[in-house]
Nanobody
Framework: QVQLVESGGGLVQAGGSLRLSCAASGSILRINTMGWYRQVPGKQRELVAIIGRSGSSPNYVDSVKGRFTISRDNAKNTGYLQMNSLKSEDTAVYYC???????????????WGQGTQVTVSS
């Protein structure tokens, strides 16, 4: 089994910063891509940022380019999302996703964290 646990969400004023973390644990052989998604009530979950195993060429949704930075520490099986210059429209539940090669299944499967709330007050 593989578990993803997000942390770092909270309430922040517009213009402020937060850093989200996503710690993966369990029967992990290798983590391929890691991504951050967000969802607000009544809307579909949206991809915010994604990063490959090497950490090169991350991709971002246009609305967060220049403000958010995705990174990862493969030694710690942990991903991060640094969010700067936050806006009220960034308010959402943020979810971590990872494509993991597990030693329990010996296949690559997609796993999700439980989500962490980010609220930006204007």
């Amino acid at each position: 089994q593989v578990q993803l646990v997000e942390s770092g969400g909270g309430l922040v004023q517009a213009g402020g910063s937060l850093r989200l973390s996503c710690a993966a644990s369990g029967s992990i052989l290798r983590i391929n891509t890691m991504g951050w998604y967000r969802q607000v009530p009544g809307k579909q979950r949206e991809l915010v940022a994604i990063i490959g195993r090497s950490g090169s060429s991350p991709n971002y949704v246009d609305s967060v380019k220049g403000r958010f930075t995705i990174s990862r520490d493969n030694a710690k099986n942990t991903g991060y999302l640094q969010m700067n210059s936050l806006k009220s429209e960034d308010t959402a539940v943020y979810y971590c996703n990872a494509e993991v090669l597990s030693t329990s299944t010996w296949t690559v499967q997609s796993y999700w964290g439980q989500g962490t709330q980010v609220t930006v007050s204007s």
